[in-house]
């Protein structure tokens, strides 16, 4: 199996108002191809801070980060912008979608930055990207006029639009209901079996139990890594169209 | 053109050019556009004090021009190559001094004797002014009888609607000829042909010979120049008048009477080139300077080409003074340009931290953001600039407006279009926007991304 991350010996130290604080205190982990992680842990655990220095938004203070074979722990800001664009892709708690654009728009944002071209081709595979997460219909909507969850589903839009190596979801469903983070919960999975790695943050074990492997932290270290069965996906619903994915994405 | 026009042109040339076709410029348009859309008030109220500023250059600019072209006319009208000398009576020979009942100053025939050995000098045209009655059977009318010679009608540039102007052989045979000023003609032949007919100035009557066109009347400068109005003149041969009304010129005043003698009240002086009148000038003030010749100040020497100077001066004063206001307005608009953007930015700073965790570079985020305050400062000088053309041609309705006497005075300068203007203060205001633009869009690049996208 392909490594898409590998961590060893990650510490990160903020100095916050002259108090040091020491977050993450010794990390090891690596992450395969096609693999869906849950990190879990308490508040103050630094399950965020390592997804912070997972999702090249901030530099570990000592070790080393590889990710897709680039050691990513000592680049500058700009190489960190161009690996954000190519290898990875968000999914927020808050869906960050930008409100002055549409649907469609949304999901091109990324490509902006990757330098593509916008044209009629990459509108085409944002739209089929809109279409795989259900949202054909609202391609013109604005996220305000948009439901939670339809909102989180173009945020999965978006963060596939790249071809992501990884996917890095931060409590992809803190403010859906039940309902809405099954369907949410669903569409990760399908993408996972499609063979997208997903590492989602979390701290609800019914979210955790849907991937494959949990990590949890406390203190700054891993307390333990587990693998998880999860449960078979409830494919009652409309199936979704993968063959989609396998074009747009 | 100037060269620093043509530079600032394809300055705003390059940037519109890079605005419009390539893909990175076009995108950072429309999302400056279509920010500035979203707060359009806000947008239009921190734009005002570029507006103002670009309007005001544009605005200002043109009264400049149309003043410079007010007194260069007049300078035409006066002629270029001209130098006009002129008796003046001097302030210590006035009435009070009741011993010389008859006041004599001014210049003198040997003046224009000693004049014509100058070798520059390629005209002079003298000339005496009786303020007489003119008579033709029961009308009379007020005008100012000139007694010159042909040229004159050459150096003043007198066009003739009927009939000639005075010509050598009336001179040498002191005709009783004359020709009348347009307002004189109609004032005193208001039915019949004035030509051929009589008029009588004093005791002798004159035969009118010619009518001159309706002429604008020339503009007085200070104290040595009065304003002359051609229009009300009747000109008769010089030698006419030394004949027929003596040296003497009798002042009726009421109550009391007083004659000055005076040769002639004026010489105009035309010098062969441009750049000889200055020189020329001087040698004539050094031979009228002599005080062997004149005693006492009694004349008065006018280069009109030196109102050219002035009228530099005047403008190089105006621009300077331009610059000053146009910098502090949009020094103004600038600073409120900024603290709108540094209150957006605060307001996207979330916005700032998705782009980021989305692949932008701090380039990205600068630029975004440089660019929407150069479109927003754009936008106000286009707008300024738009207002200070609409006005420049809208001026002349506006004035005829019923209130508008209180702003404008009578004859004050209509403004021109000055098109430089146009490109300095459209640069600038795009400048503004670079510079008051680079500091809240490296605020925004350097967010930290992680802070960012937490902010609420």
Redesign the interface.
């Known amino acids: 199996m392909t490594e898409v991350l590998r961590i060893h010996g990650l510490h990160k130290r903020y100095s916050h108002d002259s108090a040091e604080v020491h977050a993450l205190k010794g990390i090891d982990l690596v992450v395969n191809q096609g693999d869906f992680v849950s990190l879990m842990g308490p508040s103050g655990s630094g399950k965020s801070t390592l997804l912070n220095v997972l999702g090249c938004l901030d530099r570990p203070s000592e070790g080393s980060y590889h990710l897709g074979g680039e050691d990513v722990s000592r680049m500058g800001d700009d190489q960190l912008s161009s690996i954000r664009s190519r290898y990875l892709g968000f999914i927020f708690q808050q869906y960050n979608l930008l409100p002055q654009y549409t649907v469609v728009e949304n999901i091109e944002i990324p490509l902006i930055y990757q330098g593509v071209r916008l044209n009629a081709e990459s509108r085409t595979r944002c739209v089929a990207l809109a279409e795989l997460v259900g949202l054909g219909h609202r391609l013109d909507h604005r996220p305000m006029q948009l439901s939670g969850g339809q909102q989180q589903r173009v945020a999965i839009a978006r963060s596939l639009v790249n071809k992501p190596h990884l996917i890095l979801a931060d409590e992809p469903t803190g403010n859906l209901d039940t309902k809405t983070s099954h369907e949410i919960m669903t569409l990760l999975s399908r993408l996972n079996m499609s063979g997208k790695t997903i590492v989602m943050v979390t701290h609800e074990n019914d979210i955790a139990k849907w991937s494959k492997r949990i990590v949890r932290m406390r203190d700054g270290v891993i307390e333990s890594d587990e693998a998880n069965i999860p449960d078979p996906i409830d494919d009652s619903g409309p199936p979704l169209p993968m063959h989609l994915l396998e074009e747009a994405a | 053109m100037d060269g620093f026009s043509v530079a600032l042109v394809s300055g705003l040339a390059c940037l519109s050019v890079f605005l419009a076709t390539t893909?990175k410029g076009r995108?950072g348009l429309e999302l400056a556009l279509?920010?500035l859309w979203?707060h359009k008030l806000r947008s239009f109220l921190s734009m005002l004090g570029i507006i103002i500023g670009t309007s005001a250059v544009i605005i200002l600019m043109a009264f400049g021009e149309g003043s410079e072209r007010d007194v260069l006319e007049d300078i035409k009208r006066l002629g270029t190559t001209n130098i006009i000398i002129r008796s003046v009576k001097p302030p210590d020979d006035a009435n009070t001094n009741r011993r010389q009942m008859v006041a004599t100053y001014g210049l003198t025939y040997s003046d224009l004797e000693v004049l014509k050995t100058v070798p520059s000098i390629t005209r002079l045209v003298p000339m005496r002014i009786f303020p007489q009655e003119t008579r033709r059977g029961a009308r009379g009318h007020n005008s100012r009888v000139v007694a010159t010679v042909p040229q004159y009608a050459d150096v003043n540039e007198l066009n003739l609607i009927q009939g000639r102007f005075l010509v050598d052989d009336d001179d040498q045979r002191m005709n009783n000829v004359c020709v009348l000023g347009n307002e004189t003609a109609k004032s005193l032949f208001p039915f019949d042909e004035p030509l051929g007919s009589s008029v009588k100035l004093g005791e002798f009557v004159y035969v009118v010979v010619g009518i001159l066109a309706d002429r604008m009347p020339t503009g007085g400068t200070g104290g040595s120049q009065a304003a002359e109005d051609f229009n009300q003149d009747i000109y008769i041969p010089l030698q006419t008048a030394r004949g027929r009304f003596g040296e003497r010129i009798m002042l009726r005043a009421a109550g009391s009477r007083s004659a000055e003698k005076v040769d002639m009240h004026q010489i105009t002086v035309t010098v062969e080139d441009i750049d000889k009148v200055r020189p020329t000038g001087e040698i004539v003030r050094a031979i009228l300077g002599d005080p062997d010749r004149h005693p006492r100040q009694d004349w008065a020497l006018t280069v009109p080409l030196d109102r050219l100077e002035l009228v530099e001066r005047t403008k190089a004063n105006i621009r300077q003074s331009l610059g000053i206001y146009a910098s502090i307005s949009l020094l103004v608009g600038g600073i409120g340009i900024m603290n709108v953007m540094l209150a957006t930015v605060t307001e996207r700073t979330?916005?700032v931290?998705?782009?980021?965790?989305?692949?932008?570079?701090?380039?990205?985020i600068t630029f975004q953001f440089l660019i929407e305050t150069m479109v927003q400062t754009g936008i106000g000088g286009l707008l300024g600039v738009a207002f200070g053309v609409v006005y420049v041609f809208a001026h002349a309705g506006l004035k005829a407006l019923p209130l508008a006497a209180f702003l404008f005075q009578e004859g004050s300068p209509s403004p021109i279009l000055h098109v430089p203007s146009i490109t300095w203060s459209l640069s600038t205001a795009v400048g503004v926007g670079v510079v008051f633009g680079i500091y809240p869009a490296l605020r925004a690049a350097y967010m930290d991304?992680?802070e960012a996208?937490r902010h609420v």
């Open positions: 893909d995108r279509r920010s979203l979330r916005e931290g998705i782009r980021r965790a989305l692949g932008a570079r701090r380039s990205d991304p992680i996208l």
